[in-house]
Structures are given as C-alpha cells and as structure tokens.
C-alpha cells in the first residue's frame, strides 16, 4: 500500500525567503506525485503533478518539485515566498496502473510573517 | 480548464433531515469522481469513489446507506447526506479526475444543528 509522509506540520517562514516543504511517499514503483494547496475554507488547487521524465517539475505561482526516486521525496521549492503564499499544503501520490485512488499526506500549514 | 464547481457551498439543515450536495466538472467529462470530506486542521478522508452509470464504491467505515452518491452523467456527480446528524457536520469536497488527475472543487461546508 501506498503512504506519504509530510514530516512538517507548520512552517513559519519571512516574505521573500525561500521555502521547500518536504514530501516522502512510500511505493514500490513510481507513483504519480502530485502538491495541492488549500486556502482555508477552500478546495484544493494542483500546483503540479510528475508523472515521469524530467525530474524537476514546474509549477504554478512561481512553484516546482523535485523528485528524487532514491530518496523517494518530491518536495516543493519556491524560492522566494509572497503573503498570499500561505495557505496548507498537500502532497499526495496515486498509482499508475492502480485504482484512481489518491493518498494523502497530512498537510504542512505554512505561515508568512512580514 | 478542468474546473470543477460544488453546489452549494454552505448548507444548515436540522437534525433529521437529507441534505443533497452537487459535484459538476465544468469544462471536461469525468467518468470517476470522488467525494472526500475534511475534518478541523485534518487531511481529506476518501469516503468513496463514485463511477458513472454504476454504484459508487464505498471505503471501509462510509455507511453507504447514509451518504447516497450517484453519478447520473459525465459532468454530475451528487452526495446526499441522508437523516443527517451532529455529528455530520463536516467540510465535503468532490474532485473529478481528467488524464490521471484529480481536480477538486471548492468544498461545501455542512452544520447539523
């Protein structure tokens, strides 16, 4: 069975630093690897997805990840965040030849201070 | 693209009573969709899968019986909450999935009173 693992429940961090939130999946291939944000009270909104090749992938709103199969990470990276920018952070990973089902990690709250 | 819209957004009802919540893909056709709901400061829980012109298939501990879902055309998927109760208050989120990918809706959130 799948799983996913977000080792940060928060993260606090300033306007314009950079940010990586970190993601670790447990598979026994390449899964699909997707980061949703939600905005409280909101769904969630994909901000990218790696389904194979190229291992950094680009994002919307100036964000990307990387997947790095021998760590079986594909954390999130932007370099420079904005106020609006906080929000929870999902990461989730499906299965390819599997059920269309998606396992959730259990989400990183990150907060912006000025 | 790939929009997907939640009816309605907010809903208070008395104990007792059905509540039903719509799920539409606005711009592509979604033969799965999936009905999740959120507790507090928590992930999504999958509560089940929905197929369209089938039954929905439900995970282990959803009663099916008290959460209806049906999935009538390519676009419409909806949940009913049925005899609803306190304890179903709760944040309900659809997504429908287009070329490996789930896309969600906004959410709807349900007070039982």
């Known amino acids: 069975a799948q799983s996913v693992t977000q080792p940060d429940i928060h993260i606090t961090v300033s306007e314009g630093a950079s940010l990586e939130l970190r993601c670790n999946y447990s598979y026994g291939a390449t899964p699909y690897l997707f980061w949703y944000v939600q905005s409280p009270g909101q769904g969630l909104q994909l901000l990218l997805k790696y389904f194979s090749g190229d291992t950094l992938v680009q994002g919307i709103k100036g964000f990307e990840a990387e997947f790095k199969r021998s760590q079986s990470s594909f954390n999130l990276r932007k370099p420079s965040v904005h106020w609006s920018d906080a929000a929870e952070y999902f990461c989730a990973v499906g299965a390819p030849e599997g059920n269309e089902k998606l396992t959730f990690g259990t989400g990183t709250r990150l907060t912006i201070i000025p | 693209g790939a929009v997907v819209s939640q009816h309605p957004s907010w809903v208070i009802c008395k104990s007792g009573t059905s509540v039903k919540i719509e799920c539409r893909s606005l711009d592509f056709q979604a033969t799965t969709m999936f009905w999740y709901r959120q507790f507090p400061k928590q992930s999504l829980m999958l509560m089940a899968t929905s197929n369209e012109g089938s039954k929905a298939t439900y995970e282990q501990g959803v009663e099916k019986d008290k959460f209806l879902i049906n999935h009538a055309s390519l676009t419409l998927s909806t949940l009913t909450v049925t005899s609803a109760h306190p304890e179903d208050s709760s944040f309900y989120i659809c997504?429908?999935?287009?070329?490996?990918?789930?896309?969600f809706g906004p959410g709807t959130r349900l007070t039982v009173l």
């Open positions: 997504s429908a999935r287009d070329l490996n990918t789930q896309y």
